[in-house]
């Protein structure tokens, strides 16, 4: 099984941008995925949610500005990052409960995306 993010780069403060993340092999439900974010130094710190209902939650420092949401295979899911400031700046990592062909449940991590906002 592997988990891989996309689309993190260089914004201007008040910029957007959407990280996408795609879990793909021996997958045969996907539970909760989740997108942290970590600055060097620090540990990650849980982002935004959602589970494979549909239920989200955010951190308090982003809520009205960011959006998870899940995509039309059950295995993505994005992150809308609107209006971003310059103490978003982090590397995003994708995380996942998934759950295999034999019904083993796990965890996994991306390899995280870098994002940067500075002017």
């Known amino acids: 099984v592997q988990v891989a993010e996309s689309g993190g780069g260089s914004v201007q403060p008040g910029g957007s941008l959407r990280l996408s993340c795609v879990a793909s092999?021996?997958?045969?439900?996907?539970?909760?995925m989740r997108w942290y974010r970590r600055t060097p130094g620090s540990p990650r710190d849980l982002v935004a949610s959602i589970s494979n209902g549909g239920v989200t939650n955010y951190a308090d420092s982003v809520k009205g500005r960011f959006i998870i949401s899940r995509g039309s295979a059950e295995t993505t899911v994005f992150l809308q990052m609107n209006n971003l400031k310059p103490e978003d700046t982090a590397t995003y990592y994708c995380n996942a409960d998934l759950v295999d062909s034999r019904k083993s449940m796990d965890n996994y991590w991306g390899q995280g995306t870098q994002v940067t906002v500075s002017s």
């Open positions: 092999g021996d997958i045969f439900s996907v539970l909760n």
